[in-house]
């Protein structure tokens, strides 16, 4: 089966304008979460879902990123007024469930520029 | 807050040596993951580390887990080239918290 798939790989904006960045998940996977990747660092968490809802969004930076999973399976992470400092891979994972064996599958993810 | 630290952050070895990669955490936590990063690649999970006490090997990697000392271990035995990739812990209380990964190099 196929794995956790993102779109575009790339993706270069200017700064101040609005991207959406798609992830796919592995079908039947309930849990989907997002990270984000700058150069020489682990990744950071940024939001995940349980089915529709976000279950846990503190990670977010702030109220210019959102994202939405309206039927449980593709999710959508979207930014706005894109800020040079956005720039990184933005990584998306999913999950049967949350948390115990429930072991993350990770997507190979976006690649932010914002110029 | 969540600290998760690894060190070494850069390791640079011989082919065939063995050593061993710490991860430390703050707070309490029986889950740990390690993974695996291939330059310009996504992570690769490695070990799922659930309970005190946990050990985990696969071919030249074992990974174990120390709740107490809220420490993790991933040993490298007998080093090969195919290892060189940056390694990540991961531990999870509620949310999953990186560390900064240690870049491996195996040299032939």
């Known amino acids: 089966g196929a794995g956790v798939s993102q779109t575009p790989s790339n993706k270069v904006t200017e700064k101040g304008k609005y991207v959406e960045l798609r992830c796919d998940p592995i079908?039947?996977?309930?849990?989907l979460y997002w990270y984000r990747q700058s150069l020489g660092q682990g990744p950071e968490f940024l939001i995940y879902?349980?089915?529709?809802?976000?279950?846990?969004d503190s990670g977010l930076p702030n109220d210019r990123f959102f994202a939405v999973r309206p039927e449980g399976s593709v999710s959508t992470l979207k930014i706005q007024r894109t800020e040079r400092g956005d720039s990184a891979v933005y990584l998306c994972?999913?999950?049967?469930?949350?948390?115990?064996?429930?072991?993350?599958?990770f997507g190979p993810g976006t690649r932010l520029t914002v110029l | 807050e969540l600290k998760v630290e690894q060190n070494p952050l850069f390791l640079s070895m011989q082919e065939g040596k063995n050593y061993t990669i710490y991860c430390n955490y703050s707070?309490?936590?029986?889950?740990l993951y390690w993974y695996r990063q291939d330059p310009g690649k996504s992570l690769e999970s490695l070990f799922v580390?659930?309970?005190?006490?946990a050990v985990k090997q696969e071919g030249r990697l074992m990974a174990s887990l120390d709740t107490k000392a809220r420490l993790s271990t991933l040993h490298i035995t007998a080093a090969v080239h195919d290892l060189s990739a940056t390694y990540f812990c991961?531990?999870?209380?509620?949310?999953?918290?990186f560390g900064a990964g240690t870049i491996l190099r195996v040299k032939s």
């Open positions: 994972a999913s999950s049967q469930g949350l948390g115990g064996w429930n072991e993350q599958f």
């Open positions: 079908s039947g996977h309930t849990a």
């Open positions: 879902f349980q089915g529709t809802g976000a279950a846990d």
């Open positions: 707070t309490t936590s029986d889950r």
């Open positions: 580390l659930l309970s005190n006490g």
């Open positions: 991961a531990v999870d209380v509620r949310m999953v918290v």
